[in-house]
């Protein structure tokens, strides 16, 4: 077990963290998924965060996360979100128009302490973006015709 240390406190505190762009569109695809990562990692360490695991999917960030305990949770979701806004939209200028306003990710996210359950969250982030594949798989619309082969005309 790896166990962190401050002037007087010994932690491992660990946490799952989920969010996602507005409207979760689904955005984050080649040089922007690796400006995003590039950004995210930056900021954390300003804050002595280490990341554990993180996986950038097209719709939705999933990081595990050790955070001193000098910090609130809220407070470096907070920072991180606002700083990586700021800093998104002077790289891709072009962005401020889908999203106007600054406002690039969603109001709220998902944490969750990891606990003793590190090495399963840690494979599941890494197994993320094949799930997210296989249940886009799983759709029941149908785009191509199964019997003739032809694109499926929509009656709108």
């Known amino acids: 077990m790896d166990i962190n240390s401050l002037a007087h406190t ?39 965060v280490k990341i554990v695991e993180a996986e950038v999917c097209p ?13 609130s949770v809220s407070s470096f979701v907070g920072y991180l979100k606002g700083k ?23 109001r709220g996210y998902y944490v969750d302490t990891v606990g003793k359950n590190a090495k399963k969250i840690q494979e599941y982030i890494q197994n993320q973006l094949k799930e997210d594949l296989e249940y886009d798989q799983m759709t029941l619309k149908e785009y191509i015709d199964p019997f003739t082969g032809e694109p499926v005309k929509t009656n709108r």
């Open 10 to 48: 010994k932690w491992n505190c660990k946490y799952h963290i989920v969010f996602a762009p507005k409207y979760r569109r689904k955005i984050i695809y080649g040089q922007l998924k690796r400006d995003i990562a590039n950004i995210l990692s930056m900021l954390c360490k300003r804050k002595g």
């Open 84 to 106: 990586s806004t700021l800093m998104i939209f002077e790289r891709h200028a072009n962005l401020k128009y889908k999203y106007g306003n600054k406002h690039f990710w969603c």
């Open 59 to 71: 719709d939705h960030i999933h990081m595990l996360v050790e955070i001193p305990p000098s910090i």
